[in-house]
């Protein structure tokens, strides 16, 4: 009872005028603990929002290249059954969430432990989960930024100028260039950051629904074009081999806490994102089904980008290893060389920045569904006030990769110690404690509002949570330190 959920009321609501529905039902019309007006209306709408938000520039840009640095088939291998075993339960939980409590992350901690009797602590982890959110934003809009500018120069033919002698030198150059003008990745961080405030701050249905329904299919869409030519030009085979054999010797300690650590980032877990999310989505869709459906999708897009881009660099002779300069420095190279280079490259470059816009609105909505609830702000208060915020910050990320080049927290930049931050310490700790406090604070009530009565997937999850999850990761954090 106490755990009623306010869709039957939201879907009866469904009429509602505009005008109500964007201005008072949306934003100051409820507190918190009142029932939300917020649901996705189509069926599928959760799975494209939540995919969109996990399929991101950690799929595109940093899984081929951590992949390719740590040896290929045997780190893929463990990177999927790191989803398979925490990614996916973990996904469940925090959607699960979301959905019972139909509020935002901090919030949803709050009711959760108060109806639980637990500590009331526990909101805190909310809280941590907001502000990693909010500090990935302001370093992911630079590197998004980096792709908007990509996308500009390769669509204006950079990459294509016949008088240019192609080398890596050159390449390099255009991107140290980039990063060495604060002008250039202002601007283009701002227009980033731009688009994403106008989405959110148009609403969760008008602005968010909307826009990924059809942002979403038109990136697959170009991922598949994409991949489909990358393997008549390529050496498909070599990169079959590269991504799918597995050799063990090449895999160390590290490897595998990369791994670890990038199976939460790359379903954006421990940020908030899914919890938020989660507290839109309609009560008849199933969570375990759609968690194993958003992991389906984000783990394909991340192999069908190695898929991409592996066949092009061992067919022109590349080092799959380059590391974070894979995608800008050494692509470029082939860009001049390949037939329909240019367009290649733009459509490449086009496809990153749409997949860095759906995984930024959903680094957005947490903070700015907690400022709509815990201060009763308009939502265009709230965007506004994330996103200038945001914007300051992200100046500081900025400037750290030129004029403050400098080690300021621990012999990182403030860009690197960012990353570092919220990627090995907040989320881990983050997805520690969510599995904590499922196992052993969230009582047989609530998994059955998550999962449904009488679900099958209840004691698995139970048993993850409590004690599968927390030794794994603990064991392999100590082992790190
Ligand atoms: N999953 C995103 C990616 O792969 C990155 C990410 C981490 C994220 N946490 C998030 C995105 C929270 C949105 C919300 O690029």
């Not at 941590?128 to 120069?153: D, H, K, N, R």
């Not at 140290?176 to 405030?197: C, Q, R, V």
């Not at 968010?208 to 869409?221: A, D, F, G, R, Y």
């Not at 367009?343 to 496809?351: I, N, R, T």
Request: hydrophobic content about 50%; proline content about 4%.
């Amino acid at each position: 009872m106490v755990f009623q959920d306010a869709t039957a009321f939201i879907f009866n609501n469904k009429g509602m005028s505009s005008s109500m529905s964007t201005k008072n039902a949306t934003t100051s019309g409820w507190k918190a603990g009142d029932r939300s007006p917020k649901i996705w209306k189509g069926k599928l709408t959760f799975i494209m929002a939540a995919a969109g938000s996990a399929v991101g520039l950690g799929n595109l840009w940093k899984f081929p290249y951590i992949a390719g640095e740590n040896g290929g088939g045997a780190f893929v291998l463990v990177y999927l059954a790191f989803i398979l075993c925490f990614g996916i339960p973990l996904l469940a939980a925090e959607i699960g969430i979301g959905r019972s409590t139909r509020k935002n992350a901090y919030s949803a901690f709050d009711s959760l432990a108060e109806k639980t009797g637990a500590n009331k602590h526990w909101k805190k982890v909310g809280g941590l989960a907001i502000s990693t959110s909010y500090l990935i934003l302001s370093f992911y809009t630079v590197v998004a930024g980096w792709c908007l500018y990509y996308f500009y120069i390769s669509a204006t033919g950079r990459f294509n100028d016949p008088a240019q002698s192609f080398d890596k030198s050159f390449t390099s150059g255009i991107f140290e260039a980039l990063l060495a003008s604060p002008i250039s990745l202002i601007i283009f961080s701002t227009i980033f950051l731009g688009m994403t405030y106008a989405i959110v701050t148009s609403g969760v249905v008008k602005g968010i629904e909307k826009t990924i329904n059809w942002l979403m299919p038109s990136m697959m869409l170009m991922l598949t074009v994409l991949i489909g030519y990358s393997a008549a030009v390529g050496d498909f085979d070599a990169a079959v081999e590269f991504l799918f054999m597995p050799d063990f010797s090449k895999l160390t300690l590290d490897s595998i806490i990369i791994a670890l650590g990038h199976s939460f980032f790359t379903l954006s877990l421990a940020s908030a994102a899914m919890i938020t999310y989660g507290s839109y989505m309609p009560t008849d869709n199933s969570i375990p089904k759609t968690a194993f459906a958003v992991a389906g999708v984000d783990i394909l897009v991340a192999l069908t980008a190695g898929l991409a881009i592996f066949p092009l660099v061992f067919k022109y002779g590349l080092e799959p290893g380059a590391g974070p300069g894979l995608m800008f420095i050494s692509l470029p190279l082939i860009f001049n060389d390949m037939p329909y280079g240019q367009l290649f490259g733009s459509a490449f470059f086009f496809m990153m920045f749409i997949a860095a816009l759906t995984s930024a609105i959903s680094l957005m909505e947490p903070t700015v569904a907690w400022l709509e609830q815990r201060f009763n702000w308009t939502r265009n208060k709230s965007a506004a006030l994330t996103t200038l915020s945001l914007w300051v910050v992200s100046l500081g990320t900025v400037l750290s990769l030129n004029e403050w080049d400098s080690p300021i927290f621990f012999g990182k930049t403030l860009f690197d110690a960012l990353d570092y931050l919220t990627a090995n310490v907040f989320m881990t700790a983050g997805a520690l404690a969510t599995a904590i406090f499922c196992g052993f604070c969230l009582k047989q009530e609530q998994l059955e509002v998550m999962f449904g009565k009488g679900s099958l997937a209840i004691p698995s999850f139970k048993f993850t949570m409590r004690y599968l999850a927390p030794l794994f990761v603990a064991t392999l954090t100590l082992a790190s330190i």
